[in-house]
């Protein structure tokens, strides 16, 4: 083996599926970026209030940006989950983890749309509004032929061929290939390591490509919170206040009381430290309306933190398209209050159902454009055909909304990583306390753990497989 540096020998508790940690000054510069990150957002509504139809010609800089990280979506999927199934000695652990998260991430939805549900009832906040012909258009709009129904929505998960999984940027059909991949050079044994230190670098490639597009992300927040403010404005905000205030505190309760009891009870840890952790996730989050903007970083500070490579590589991408928390509470919010707007009312009875079919529809609408309202349009017109109409009455809105929903799918899909990697015993806790009490710092410049001039992170010098990290 190459000779360690000191920062790798000051970082010796990193487990097997994460290498030791960068030392901190690499941090450094990176602090200006995401200063400039909070002075654009600023700068940001500032334009869209003062000039807002100059504002909304902006969107094409945010839209830019995050085009650009969703570009690195699928090959850092495809390594992360290639590279931790590779390594694992039995298939069935894998397997274990999938149903254990599949299984979390169908509760959680169901807890998410039964608070949304409670609170909706309980603040009835559309009551009294008019409805348009324009409002109704515009609703009518918002019905997408994007979503799929379910067994659609399941063979679509299979590629056309291996190579379009990553040009059509489908995330569930580059989990498929990189899951069968994994598992194939699993069965090769040591004839497949030379396969794995090449993925290996070609992830250390695609993370320092990362780390550059992320010098963009100045400039695609300013371009993305102008537009924003300037096609919602003032109006919109002041007349569908209750009902963005109602979801913004229902979002807040579910993440800090329902995940945050579930992180300190089952992980040990206190949100408020994790959440801190994450905190230039869920900077670049607030300012591009998008979660997927933070993917990638996520599945980089998850395996840094101390989950293996397999529970990251499986319980994130999979979380990115079933465990939409954010998404559920939204849809319930907005279904009552377009009821209660149009004057049908819905009863208990009539609520349940549809929330379960949003619940299904949810899921074949993954990965399309503007999913949380472009779901809900197309499950009522499957559904609850009258209410569509009602759509209209939050598009003005609904970009202000993404920006709880995106937060909320994130800190869902967070906390869920490091409560299966505790189920699965995939968690090292050690490592864990040291890198939420900043000994071990995160590397902003290269998002990964280890040193140019080590070997791969994360594989063996020479053939044989290894075990996942034990707890």
Request: proline share 5%.
């Amino acid at each position: 083996m190459m000779p360690t540096t000191s920062s790798r020998r000051a970082a010796v508790t990193s487990t097997p599926g994460t290498a030791p940690a960068a030392p901190a000054a690499k941090r450094d510069r990176t602090h200006y970026l995401y200063i400039a990150v909070i002075v654009a957002v600023v700068l940001g509504i500032a334009v869209g209030l003062i000039a807002p139809d100059f504002a909304v010609e902006l969107k094409p800089i945010g839209t830019g940006f995050v085009n650009l990280i969703k570009m690195m979506i699928s090959p850092i999927i495809f390594c992360t989950i290639v590279l931790g199934i590779g390594s694992v000695r039995k298939a069935a652990k894998v397997g274990a983890v999938g149903g254990i998260a599949l299984g979390y991430f169908l509760v959680m939805s169901l807890v998410a749309l039964a608070i949304g549900l409670v609170v909706g009832n309980i603040l009835e906040p559309g009551t009294g509004l008019a409805v348009t012909e324009s409002v109704k258009e515009a609703g009518q709009g918002q019905v997408s032929a994007e979503a799929l129904p379910p067994v659609e929505f399941v063979l679509s998960i299979i590629p056309t061929t291996m190579v379009s999984a990553f040009t059509e940027g489908q995330v569930l059909q580059t989990l498929l290939v990189a899951l069968l991949a994994g598992f194939a050079l699993q069965a090769m044994g040591s004839a497949g390591q030379p396969v794995l230190r090449g993925i290996e670098h070609i992830q250390r490639l695609v993370f320092r490509i990362l780390a550059m597009v992320m010098w963009a992300a100045p400039l695609g927040a300013f371009g993305a919170i102008a537009a924003v403010t300037g096609s919602a404005g003032l109006d919109a905000l002041k007349s569908l206040a209750v009902l963005m205030l109602g979801f913004y505190v229902t979002c807040f309760l579910f993440v800090f009381i329902v995940l945050g009891a579930l992180l300190r009870i089952v992980g040990g840890l206190n949100i408020l430290t994790f959440f801190k952790y994450l905190g230039r996730e869920f900077l670049l989050i607030l300012s591009t309306s998008s979660s997927e903007s933070a993917l990638p970083r996520l599945i980089a500070k998850m395996e840094h933190l101390g989950v293996s490579k397999p529970v990251v590589g499986i319980t994130v991408p999979t979380g990115y398209s079933f465990n939409l928390d954010g998404t559920m509470i939204y849809m319930t919010m907005a279904s009552l209050y377009i009821a209660d707007a149009l004057g049908k009312p819905m009863s208990v009875g009539e609520q349940i159902p549809l929330l379960l079919f949003l619940l299904v529809a949810s899921k074949g609408a993954a990965g399309v454009s503007g999913a949380g309202l472009a779901t809900l349009a197309g499950g009522l017109q499957s559904h609850k055909p009258a209410l569509v109409d009602g759509v209209g009455l939050i598009v003005g809105i609904d970009r202000f909304m993404s920006e709880a929903r995106a937060l909320t799918n994130f800190a869902g899909n967070a906390v869920a990583t490091v409560l299966i990697g505790t189920w699965t015993k995939e968690i090292d806790r050690e490592r864990v306390d040291q890198v939420l009490a900043g000994q071990l710092p995160f590397d902003e410049e290269t998002l990964l753990d280890h040193d140019e001039d080590a070997s791969p992170a994360g594989l063996p010098e020479q053939g044989g497989e290894k075990e996942l990290v034990k707890a």
